[in-house]
């Protein structure tokens, strides 16, 4: 979902149970999308992407799933490690010229020993 | 270097002061974006370079931010009379592809106050 200020939503979870990240984007034109993981004090890092023509991908312990009929894309990480504690940027690509991307407002993942 | 290179980490300046921000990409990438992050949000885009030129500038806010890379390798982003609005996180990214939507690799950085 979307942030307000400082109040990014939170996602919190026993270390070990599967996470699920979901994103809502609002161009139906985008065809390119991508999750970033962000933690404090750092960079937005690359985690998977996935093309418009595909409706699944899946990488090492993450999926991402796209839905383009309800414009809703999720991630979902397996056995979820302390590491994985971050911020989460779902983002678009609403140009195909360059890689000028939208980002979302983030979610906040929690992950507890 | 082994990745994208931002300095300074961070800047405090007053307000009506100018700044500049540098960016060092990873070498051989052709591709150059700025972004700007305020807190709690996602990344915003700002400009985008392929080589030298920039070829997107749309996301600059106003006529009080410019970019250049000169030699199409290190970029400078440059702030004129700062506003506490303009108090953010300023992030570099580069990236092999230009054009094809390929990975970008974002620096850590330059966190900007504006007092």
């Known amino acids: 979902g979307e942030s307000v200020g400082l109040h990014l939503p939170t996602l919190s979870v026993q270390e070990g149970d599967n996470s699920i990240i979901n994103c809502a984007y609002s161009?139906?034109?985008?065809?390119?999308f991508i999750w970033y993981k962000q933690e404090s004090g750092k960079g937005p890092q690359f985690i998977i992407d996935?093309?418009?023509?595909?409706d699944k991908r899946q990488g090492q312990r993450v999926t991402v799933l796209l839905n383009k009929t309800v414009k809703h894309l999720s991630l979902q990480i397996a056995a979820t490690q302390p590491g994985d504690s971050a911020v989460y940027f779902c983002?678009?690509?609403?140009?195909?010229?360059?890689?000028?991307?939208?980002f979302g407002g983030g979610t906040r993942l929690m992950v507890k020993p | 270097g082994a990745g994208v290179s931002q300095t300074p980490s961070n800047k405090v300046t007053e307000k009506g002061k100018y700044v500049e921000l540098r960016c060092d990409p990873i070498?051989?990438?052709?591709?150059l974006y700025w972004y700007r992050q305020s807190l709690g949000q996602g990344p915003e885009f700002l400009i985008y370079?392929?080589?030298?030129?920039?070829?997107?500038d749309s996301g600059l806010p106003n006529d009080r931010f410019f970019a250049v890379r000169p030699e199409g390798s290190v970029s400078t982003l440059k702030i004129q009379r700062t506003e506490r609005g303009d108090s953010a996180v300023y992030l570099c990214?580069?990236?092999?592809?230009?054009?094809?939507?390929?990975?970008?690799?974002f620096g850590e950085g330059s966190r900007l106050t504006v007092l």
């Open positions: 990214a580069s990236s092999l592809h230009p054009g094809s939507a390929g990975e970008l690799f």
């Open positions: 161009n139906s034109a985008s065809d390119y």
């Open positions: 996935i093309r418009s023509n595909m």
């Open positions: 983002a678009e690509n609403r140009n195909n010229a360059g890689n000028m991307l939208t």
């Open positions: 070498s051989g990438h052709t591709a």
């Open positions: 370079f392929q080589g030298t030129g920039a070829a997107d």
